[in-house]
């Protein structure tokens, strides 16, 4: 995934919110093998949104970066694949 990628999180802990500083970003459940399909969020005008996969609650935080997330071990780093 490339640095101006869509955001991707993760609920492996099972915190009860996870808190995001996009608005736009891919819901994966848990860390893979164990994902869910990545489902793209979007919470528009709104301040929260729930996954209708996995029923994680995200919360919008404006003072964090686009791919950050509290807690911080929710945000999922894609690995490069080898062409």
Known sequence: MADTGIPHFHNQPGVAAI???????????????????????????????????????FKYEPSLSAGACTPPECAHHEAAKAA
């Open 19 to 57: 808190h995001v500083g996009a608005k736009e970003f891919m819901c994966i459940g848990a860390k893979p093998p164990f994902d869910h399909p990545h489902v793209f969020l979007d919470m528009g005008s709104d301040g929260e949104i729930i996954c209708p996969y996995c029923s994680t609650l």
